[in-house]
């Protein structure tokens, strides 16, 4: 792992302090999504790009629990952008363009149609890897996810092994 990226974690854990579940999601989403796309074979750019939005993707659940009541996702996606933007700039090192296309995927990891790049696939398949284990969903649910969401070839890999009964 990169020192700008344990930075990060380290800064997101702090963000997190006390809501060890949500902590331990965020850490289990960036490890798959830096496994997939290491396997992808994505380009260095990407790939940190890819990384640091797994870190921070779920960023805006506490502000819109406080908001609205709700961590929805669509909440998430509204105020997740810019509480992210506070903790790159903090933990420094991010370009203008890493920044943006970082809040950009924070803003859109729980809309699945119209994905494009593959940070953006990947970030989608890493949380449905995590949140079909978390929310034990059914078998019927991962088939489905299967099926609409996942694309590359390491993320169905990953999904047929943890789920798919042999």
């Known amino acids: ?22 902590i331990q999601h965020f850490v289990k989403v960036h490890d798959f999504a830096a496994a997939i796309g290491a396997l992808e ?11 640091a939005a797994a870190i921070l993707h779920d960023i805006g659940i506490h502000l819109s629990e406080q908001k609205y ?33 970082i809040k950009y995927l924070i803003g859109h990891h729980h809309t699945y149609q119209n994905i494009q790049g593959m940070d953006y696939q990947i970030l989608v398949e890493a949380d449905f890897l995590v949140n079909l284990y978390e929310d034990s969903l059914s078998d019927e649910a991962v088939r489905a996810a ?18 798919l009964k042999k």
């Open 41 to 51: 074979n994505v380009d260095e750019e990407t790939q940190n790009i890819l990384e």
């Open 69 to 101: 009541g709700s961590g929805a996702g669509h909440y998430q996606e509204i105020e997740g952008p810019a509480e992210a933007e506070k903790v790159l700039r903090e933990v420094g090192g991010f370009s203008k363009e890493e920044t943006e296309r």
């Open 146 to 163: 299967r099926e609409r969401i996942f694309r590359t070839s390491a993320g169905l890999h990953f999904l047929d092994e943890m789920f």
């Open 1 to 22: 792992m990169k020192k700008r990226t344990a930075q990060l974690m380290a800064a997101m854990i702090e963000y997190d302090r006390g809501d060890t579940r949500r």
